[in-house]
């Protein structure tokens, strides 16, 4: 069943980056525990943003956590509109949507933790941006 959610996982990833401007963030390749980061936001009918971050680590059997914000510049900061945390062995991909208002600048926010296994000794962690204008 787990090989099944992740399979439902990719697919639902590859849907996403046709549908949206995917970002492959070119530096995890350089920091131990990362193999690939991906990271995305669209827009849709009716204002509805879905923004998601993908990382497959470096091995196949470290857990990693997505620690992933929605967040709307005005005022001359960032809010944060939503978020959430989720965690998996292998490949990791956390998606979520969001209903937004036009006429702003929206990024994603998220922060990736590698770590040997579920409960285990971190190996790394970084954090990944990636903004559009609707």
Known sequence: MKK??????VCSLCSIIFLSTAAPVSAADDWEGFDSVYIGLSFGSLGKATFYTSVTPSVGSY??????KLQRYSGGSWH?????TYG???????????Y???????RVHSTVTIYKSKGGAKINSDTF???RSY
């Open 100 to 106: 937004v208002t036009k006429g702003y600048t929206y």
């Open 63 to 68: 857990y990693s956590t997505i620690s992933m």
């Open 80 to 84: 944060t509109l939503t978020s959430g």
């Open 4 to 9: 099944f959610s992740k399979v439902l996982a």
């Open 88 to 98: 998996d062995t292998g490949l990791n991909t956390y998606s979520r949507y969001y």
């Open 129 to 131: 941006t990636y903004k």
